[in-house]
């Protein structure tokens, strides 16, 4: 590290504007509306951080310490997010034609979900900054806008500020890492705002400039949401490059409830860029798909098993081969949702 406390981050930037500004005061979105990116100075991580280094480190996201926008490690805030394992679903994975199905098991993380990751980072770095009152909206309590600019709360919500991002990009980070430096052929993602996404492709982008894949390519990142609000997908079949507020939202999966994505312009390059895709699976199949990631032994959110209806439906249509390395995302564990859990056992 830069000295005793320091980070690599180099500023802010908008995507949208190109705008740059201080990463050394708090800021939420940039003024023309866009979520904001951190920039890094990847030379000098590189200079200071080998892949060699991180299996000696402890087993949580904050190995990535170079990479995250953290100044000072006693800033941390931490109940031991990451390093979740890949769990291999050969048997299931046969079933539907895709053998070398892997999933990350992100319902291991300490809050049962991989929003952990983000909330870890955004809340460090807010505390660094001195920020002593954040306010982080869950879905369905919209109301967190109008309190927070009222009460004068830190808004933390998603893309609201730059550092979620940054906490979700070591799951990226992580896959890298656990695939030995060699991206599986696909990623899966259950896209709500999808900053998971934005942030494994920020980590793709990072390690492609730190030079540490053994092969210069990417995984294929492919977006999944429900029938019931997919505002991704229909604006990647329609070639668009923002989505348009999707009417009437409803699916089981809250965590894919996003009718309008701030960042979807990020998504859907993420998703171009990569070479992936984007499907849409009903709500029946998502229940269908918890219940079957249960008989192999895990525990799925409706948003993580909607991942496995997906892969079902881009395999039959050709999207997913045989031989491809396919990795889903299991966003969260299926105890964040008893009553899912209930019409889920129940399915036949
Ligand atoms: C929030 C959430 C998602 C969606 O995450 P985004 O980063 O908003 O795309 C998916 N799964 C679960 C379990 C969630 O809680
Ligand atoms: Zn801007």
Same mark, same amino acid.
């Given at each position: 590290?830069?000295?005793?406390?320091?980070?690599?981050?180099?500023?802010?930037?908008?995507?949208?504007?190109?705008?740059?500004?201080?990463?050394?005061?708090?800021?939420?979105?940039?003024?023309? /509306?866009?979520?904001?990116?951190?920039?890094?100075?990847?030379?000098?991580?590189?200079?200071?951080?080998?892949?060699?280094?991180?299996? %000696? $480190?402890?087993?949580?996201? !904050?190995?990535?310490?170079?990479?995250?926008?953290?100044?000072?490690?006693?800033?941390?805030?931490?109940?031991?997010?990451?390093?979740?394992?890949?769990?291999?679903? #050969?048997?299931?994975?046969?079933?539907?034609?895709?053998?070398?199905?892997?999933?990350?098991?992100?319902?291991?993380?300490?809050?049962?979900?991989?929003?952990?990751?983000?909330?870890?980072?955004?809340?460090?770095?807010?505390?660094?900054?001195? @920020?002593?009152?954040? &306010?982080?909206?869950?879905?369905?309590?919209?109301? @967190?806008?109008?309190? &927070?600019?009222?009460?004068?709360?830190?808004?933390?919500?998603?893309?609201?500020?730059?550092?979620?991002?940054?906490?979700?990009?070591?799951?990226?980070?992580?896959?890298?890492?656990?695939?030995?430096?060699?991206?599986?052929?696909?990623?899966?993602?259950?896209?709500? /705002?999808?900053?998971?996404?934005?942030?494994? !492709?920020?980590?793709?982008?990072?390690?492609?400039?730190?030079? !540490?894949?053994?092969?210069?390519?990417? #995984?294929?990142?492919?977006?999944?949401?429900?029938?019931?609000?997919?505002?991704?997908?229909?604006?990647?079949?329609?070639? $668009?490059?923002?989505?348009?507020? !999707? #009417?009437?939202?409803?699916?089981?999966?809250?965590?894919?409830?996003?009718?309008?994505?701030?960042?979807?312009?990020?998504?859907?390059?993420?998703?171009?860029?990569?070479?992936?895709?984007?499907?849409?699976?009903?709500?029946?199949?998502?229940?269908?798909?918890?219940?079957?990631?249960?008989?192999?032994?895990?525990?799925?959110?409706?948003?993580?098993?909607?991942?496995?209806?997906?892969?079902?439906?881009?395999?039959?249509?050709?999207?997913? /081969?045989?031989?491809?390395?396919?990795?889903?995302?299991?966003? %969260?564990?299926?105890?964040?949702?008893? %009553?899912?859990?209930?019409?889920?056992?129940?399915?036949?």
């Amino acid at each position: 590290m830069p000295g005793s406390a320091g980070s690599f981050v180099t500023g802010l930037s908008c995507p949208r504007c190109g705008r740059v500004l201080d990463h050394r005061r708090p800021h939420n979105l940039c003024p023309c /509306g866009s979520p904001l990116l951190v920039d890094y100075d990847l030379e000098a991580v590189g200079a200071a951080l080998r892949k060699e280094d991180l299996p %000696g $480190r402890p087993p949580t996201m !904050w190995r990535y310490r170079e990479l995250l926008p953290v100044e000072d490690p006693a800033h941390e805030v931490s109940r031991g997010e990451g390093l979740t394992p890949l769990v291999p679903l #050969p048997e299931l994975g046969r079933r539907i034609g895709l053998p070398a199905l892997v999933v990350k098991d992100e319902g291991l993380n300490p809050t049962g979900t991989f929003k952990a990751r983000g909330a870890a980072c955004g809340v460090s770095r807010a505390a660094e900054l001195g @920020i002593t009152d954040v &306010a982080l909206a869950t879905a369905g309590n919209r109301v @967190i806008e109008e309190r &927070a600019a009222e009460r004068g709360w830190f808004d933390v919500s998603t893309l609201k500020e730059p550092y979620r991002i940054e906490g979700k990009k070591t799951l990226g980070l992580e896959l890298a890492e656990q695939f030995g430096w060699l991206w599986p052929d696909a990623i899966v993602y259950p896209a709500g /705002g999808g900053v998971g996404l934005i942030g494994i !492709w920020r980590a793709v982008e990072q390690l492609r400039g730190l030079g !540490w894949l053994f092969q210069s390519d990417t #995984p294929r990142l492919i977006v999944t949401q429900a029938e019931g609000c997919a505002p991704l997908v229909e604006a990647f079949d329609r070639g $668009r490059d923002e989505s348009e507020p !999707w #009417p009437d939202a409803r699916t089981v999966a809250a965590g894919l409830r996003v009718p309008k994505a701030r960042g979807d312009f990020l998504v859907l390059e993420a998703v171009r860029r990569s070479g992936g895709t984007a499907v849409a699976v009903s709500d029946q199949a998502i229940l269908e798909a918890m219940a079957e990631l249960g008989g192999a032994g895990l525990s799925a959110a409706p948003e993580g098993a909607a991942t496995l209806a997906a892969a079902r439906v881009l395999r039959d249509r050709g999207d997913l /081969g045989a031989s491809d390395r396919v990795v889903l995302i299991n966003t %969260g564990a299926a105890t964040k949702y008893p %009553g899912a859990v209930a019409s889920a056992t129940a399915v036949p």
